[in-house]
């Protein structure tokens, strides 16, 4: 019986490992203090009902995020690991090696009849440079919808998010009221490879690319559409610098020239119909 127990928790294990829940906000009282970091210069947060148990989120509680006008704060909400309180234990990689692992932070997120938000996702406290934008996923009928953010990190400090930004990102959403809530939900980490814990996943990308070194710092994206889609490239710099490179409609066999400006690693993403597929490294010699 306890050989029994042992097979099924490592199963259990083998199961969950790809994936973390950070917060489902059902065994909580107050999110900003206990999840959130608690700082008077930062968005209040309140445990609330959810307002539309619908869709991919039929949970029973949620954070409100309350949001402002002012560009300092446009609903900033942060989640530590090091130094600010409360201090939340990092998932390390289930597999023991030093390397990337999780590299996907998802949550679910509803703004009732306040449309063209984005979100800002600033690692570390600090904005990149470009800014690292993300609007939400699926997004119709005023309905609970994805927030996908691509990790590129082994580990990070904090998490530092804002809510509620325009489109591109140079203040608060437009039409924003002293007042407003934004409602999250379900933070969680993940392999992009393995997917998500929760039920409702991310639809498979099953499209593959490759990038090809031209010459020192000149490369070449490659890949194969089996249907018309839109296609967004970016490339991504060590530090976490994201620029769009290209973006078009596109099927059947397509390629992407592009160069970097500097010698250095550099991680190259594609995205195909809002939904991300691999991410993979260049060496810019």
């Known amino acids: 019986m306890r050989h029994f127990y042992i097979i099924l928790s490592m199963c259990f294990f083998a199961l969950v490992a790809n994936a973390q829940k950070l917060q489902d906000f059902e065994n909580i009282t107050n999110p900003r203090g206990e999840f959130f970091v608690d700082n008077a210069n930062f968005a209040p947060v309140s445990l609330a009902?959810?307002?539309l148990?619908?869709?991919i989120n039929t949970s029973n509680k949620v954070a409100a995020v309350q949001v402002f006008t002012t560009a300092a704060n446009s609903?900033?909400?942060?989640?530590?690991?090091?130094?600010?309180?409360?201090?939340?234990?990092?998932?390390?990689?289930?597999?023991?090696a030093d390397a990337l692992y999780y590299d996907v932070l998802r949550f679910k997120y509803y703004s009732a009849g306040k449309l063209n938000k984005t979100i800002e996702f600033e690692p570390n406290g600090t904005a990149t440079s470009p800014k690292t934008l993300v609007a939400p996923g699926s997004y119709y009928n005023e309905e609970w919808?994805?927030?996908?953010?691509?990790?590129?990190?082994?580990?990070?400090?904090?998490?530092?998010?804002?809510?509620?930004?325009?489109?591109?990102?140079s203040g608060s959403a437009t039409g924003t009221a002293a007042g407003d809530l934004v409602y999250v939900d379900d933070f969680e980490m993940y392999n992009s490879v393995d997917g998500p814990i929760t039920a409702i996943k991310l639809p498979k990308i099953e499209t593959d690319?490759?990038?090809?070194?031209?010459?020192?710092?000149?490369?070449c994206l490659k890949a194969s559409l089996?249907?018309?889609?839109?296609?967004?490239?970016?490339?991504?710099?060590?530090?976490?610098?994201?620029?769009?490179?290209?973006?078009?409609?596109?099927?059947?066999?397509?390629?992407?020239?592009?160069?970097?400006?500097?010698?250095?690693?550099?991680?190259?993403?594609?995205?195909?119909?809002?939904?991300?597929?691999?991410?993979?490294?260049?060496?810019?010699?």
Do not use: H, W
């Open 49 to 51: 009902d959810n307002p």
């Open 53 to 55: 148990k619908y869709g």
């Open 75 to 96: 609903g900033i909400i942060k989640i530590s690991f090091a130094t600010d309180q409360p201090i939340l234990q990092y998932p390390k990689n289930p597999t023991g």
């Open 145 to 169: 919808a994805y927030v996908i953010i691509p990790l590129i990190n082994k580990t990070y400090n904090n998490f530092q998010i804002r809510v509620n930004r325009n489109a591109d990102g």
């Open 209 to 219: 690319f490759s990038c090809v070194n031209l010459s020192g710092k000149n490369f």
């Open 226 to 285: 089996d249907k018309k889609s839109e296609v967004r490239v970016d490339l991504i710099s060590i530090d976490g610098r994201s620029q769009t490179i290209s973006t078009q409609q596109a099927v059947g066999n397509i390629e992407v020239p592009f160069s970097v400006n500097q010698q250095g690693i550099y991680c190259v993403r594609m995205t195909i119909d809002n939904t991300y597929s691999k991410t993979i490294k260049i060496l810019a010699k």
